[in-house]
């Protein structure tokens, strides 16, 4: 209501007007639905999201068919008053209803043709509200921006002025830096971080921005004691936030799942431009970590 669709705060005048003409027999039905859309409200208020993996608040959706009509209300009673009296209180409150409007219909329209998986990166499978610094509607807003101005044209060109350094890897849960061996249980994932330097020519572009193609990310792989590639079954990765210039600094997060077989793994982490390829080697030197997987 305050961040999605503000134009809703319109509804409670809305709600006052049908309620004072409620013997009427459209009010009667509007009186009605305004209560039954009020009891829905307040039965989500004791649920913990209010739909997991959609833009905004998915559950409370029945509530926008009677706010609708109560919007009207709001909406003819303004234009009244600014034709009977043109003062500047009127016209302010139809200036901020327009507004409220615009702003309203271009987040739905945002939602509508975005994307960027605001509830799956950088942190997967967790319970996403709200992030005043990544907010979902920026994070939407960036990727239709980007996917009409491509900051990335020529690829290959982008990648040979890549270059950076992984300064040191930290346990997310304790902030502290992470020593060698790390010893895990099987199968185990930790919320890991890094902070990380560019040290290259190009721009990153970091997991807010929406970037896929070219997205800067930390890809996590396990050797064994033979010097194999485990597979662990799904793809190990901590991804860069902002969009760090040459000599910045930054962070990267991400959870990382570990082999479930016992034993002692060489962990590598390496910086890389998703959908493009691994840094060059020239001007990136990947981390390299050992693991001890120890069951019960």
Same mark, same amino acid.
Request: net charge positive; proline share 4%.
């Given at each position: ?240 936030? /902002?969009?760090? +210039? &040459?000599?910045? =600094?930054? #962070? @990267?997060?991400?959870?990382?799942? !570990? $082999? *479930?077989?016992? /034993?002692?793994? +060489? &962990?590598?982490? =390496?910086? #890389? @431009?998703?959908?493009?390829?691994? !840094? $060059? *080697? ?15």
């Amino acid at each position: 209501m305050f961040i999605f669709s503000p134009i809703l705060l319109f509804c409670f005048y809305g709600v006052y007007k049908v309620l004072k003409l409620r013997h009427h027999k459209d009010e009667a039905l509007l009186a009605c639905l305004s209560i039954a859309a009020g009891v829905v409200f307040l039965q989500y208020c004791f649920y913990r999201a209010w739909g997991v993996g959609t833009y905004g608040a998915r559950f409370p959706l029945d509530t926008i068919v009677p706010a609708c009509y109560l919007l009207a209300y709001s909406f003819a009673d303004l234009i009244g008053y600014v034709q009977n009296k043109r003062n500047l209180w009127n016209i302010t409150l139809l200036s901020v209803f327009f507004v409220f409007m615009l702003f309203s219909t271009a987040v739905q329209a945002i939602g509508a043709f975005g994307g960027g998986a605001w509830r799956s990166i950088p942190i997967a499978g967790s319970l996403r509200f709200w992030d005043w610094k990544d907010s979902e509607i920026a994070r939407n807003a960036n990727y239709i921006y980007f996917e009409i101005f491509d900051p990335i044209e020529d690829s290959d060109r982008y990648l040979e002025g890549l270059g950076g350094s992984i300064e040191q890897i930290t346990d997310e849960r304790t902030k502290q830096p992470i020593s060698t061996p790390l010893v895990v249980k099987p199968s185990q994932r930790l919320f890991l971080g890094a902070i990380v330097k560019n040290t290259g020519t190009e721009q990153w572009f970091g997991y807010e921005t929406s970037v896929d193609k070219g997205a800067t990310r930390i890809s996590v792989k396990f050797f064994d004691a033979d010097g194999e590639k485990v597979k662990i079954g799904e793809q190990n990765e901590l991804y860069v936030s /902002g969009t760090p +210039k &040459t000599g910045k =600094q930054t #962070r @990267a997060i991400g959870f990382i799942l !570990f $082999p *479930s077989k016992p /034993g002692n793994y +060489k &962990t590598v982490f =390496q910086l #890389r @431009a998703n959908r493009i390829d691994e !840094f $060059p *080697s020239q001007h990136h030197q990947p981390i390299e970590l050992i693991v001890e997987v120890k069951a019960n």
